[in-house]
């Protein structure tokens, strides 16, 4: 896109690929599942017209970034994760403190980075996943499973090639993408063995906010890479469970706002708008200043209400000496 510059950045045994445009204070934007760099293309534009230096990495095993062994699901627990950040902001604002401005499977990985390491985190702005504190009695992969069943998304990611297999020979690349992203209905997703996503729903067309410019662009760099950068993250989760049992009961003390869709199947999770509202996503997140939640917004909502979120992080930035603009 035009002005955004990209660089090769060599860190913690990976070539990590980053997008960025504009000068001043750092704004670090971490993309989710199954998006990239480009899904803050809205973002890098706005916060560098204002006096800041947008960043938008391709996180490990996704899109340009390379070097991460995708045999190996291991690699993609969290401390892998946090770690590639921690080098990454080594190389491109060393002593410096930058503000995180993270959706979906980047949040997850901003909560953990400014619960490990708060010294490089001016402040949080997360979309869409809120914080998920540790439960140490029981796996991430059996609670899902007790509430949602083989069928739920999360556990059909589980298999090493099965997911890919089946979007290479019954859905296609494209075909998966434009179902994913088109997806609205806040219940669970569910990707039944030999129906498809959500069983035999209809095509849907795309939204709005997605021409087929961009599904292009997503579609042409998932053909290149394939799905098992990105569904390893899933297949680590209880990995990760088991590596940040220290951490269990932890605060993230960094200054956070949450802004998340109405409809975004993450807040209709049961149980989740009870932590979000009633206390007890303040007590793990005592620095928390606001929650936004957004009418009539799903899940990718720095694509779909781009003018909206930019204009939170913004406000949100202008409390802070250092990144006043």
């Known amino acids: 896109m035009e002005g955004i510059e990209h660089k090769m950045i060599s860190a913690n045994g990976l070539n990590i690929h980053i997008a960025e445009k504009g000068q001043g204070p750092l704004v670090l934007f971490l993309h989710g599942f199954p998006k990239l760099w480009y899904s803050w293309r809205h973002q890098l534009h706005f916060m560098a017209s204002h006096g800041y230096h947008a960043v938008a990495p391709d996180l490990r095993g996704y899109g340009d970034t390379t070097g991460a062994p995708l045999h190996d699901a291991s690699k993609f627990s969290m401390p892998y994760l946090v770690g590639d950040l921690v080098a990454l902001l080594d190389v491109i604002a060393p002593n410096e403190k930058v503000v995180v401005v993270a959706h979906d499977w980047g949040a997850t990985i901003a909560w953990h980075l400014s619960l490990f390491r708060p010294d490089k985190v001016k402040a949080l702005v997360s979309l869409s996943v809120h914080y998920m504190p540790r439960n140490p009695n029981i796996r991430v992969m059996d609670v899902m499973k007790a509430f949602y069943g083989e069928d739920y998304y999360v556990l059909r990611f589980q298999e090493p090639g099965d997911m890919e297999a089946g979007i290479a020979n019954s859905i296609g690349t494209k075909t998966f993408l434009k179902k994913f992203l088109s997806h609205r209905d806040p219940a669970p997703w569910f990707f039944p063995k030999g129906k498809g996503f959500n069983g035999d729903s209809p095509d849907a067309p795309l939204p709005s906010w997605l021409s087929e410019e961009d599904l292009d662009y997503y579609s042409a760099k998932y053909e290149r890479t394939g799905f098992t950068g990105p569904l390893n993250y899933y297949r680590a989760f209880d990995l990760t469970w088991e590596l940040t049992a220290p951490w269990t009961g932890a605060q993230v003390k960094v200054p956070t706002k949450h802004i998340v869709g109405e409809l975004d ?38 694509e779909e209400k781009p003018d909206e979120i930019n204009n939170h992080i913004y406000q949100f930035l202008k409390q802070f000496k250092d990144f006043q603009t």
């Not at 206390?279 to 990718?300: I, W």
């Open 265 to 302: 199947v993450v807040y209709n999770v049961p149980g989740a708008k009870e932590f979000v509202h009633k206390g007890e996503f303040q007590k793990y997140v005592p620095l928390l200043q606001e929650v936004v939640v957004m009418e009539g917004t799903a899940h990718f909502i720095n």
